[in-house]
């Protein structure tokens, strides 16, 4: 089962995020625990996260993950949208990697779940 994780993270300094990275591969390594695939989608502001992911990208998201691989007039269709709005609101998604083509050029969310979460949290 493959998972994808989104998140918001306002401390995105780099050698902060290669020293926690660094840290979970050893752990992985040391425990050599089997893991499901994450994928991880990390923002940096709320901003930035729904100007990647609007709720109409959000509602193509979930129907995708619903019907499964789809041409891009097909999901538009269902969705009772303009195919160039969608084939927009598509071109992003696989650029962030949230959506993929198939061989045979269709298009599909590869994740089983999605999960996505943030903190709100006061300054001290």
């Not at 990647?52 to 949208?81: D, F, M, N, T, Y």
Request: hydrophobic letters at 45%.
């Amino acid at each position: 089962m493959k998972h994808a994780l989104i998140q918001i993270r306002h401390d995105l300094d780099p050698d902060a995020t290669l020293d926690a990275m660094g840290k979970d591969f050893v752990e992985a390594w040391k425990t050599e625990a089997p893991s499901n695939p994450v994928a991880t989608f990390t923002f940096s502001s709320p901003a930035q996260l729904f100007s990647v992911i609007s709720p109409k990208r959000w509602e193509l998201i979930e129907h995708l993950q619903k019907i499964g691989p789809s041409s891009v007039r097909g999901l538009a269709r269902a969705l009772g949208r303009d195919i160039k709005r969608v084939h927009d609101d598509v071109t992003a998604l696989i650029e962030w990697g949230i959506i993929e083509k198939t061989e045979k050029g269709k298009i599909c969310v590869p994740y089983d779940v999605i999960h996505a979460g943030f903190d709100l949290r006061a300054v001290a």
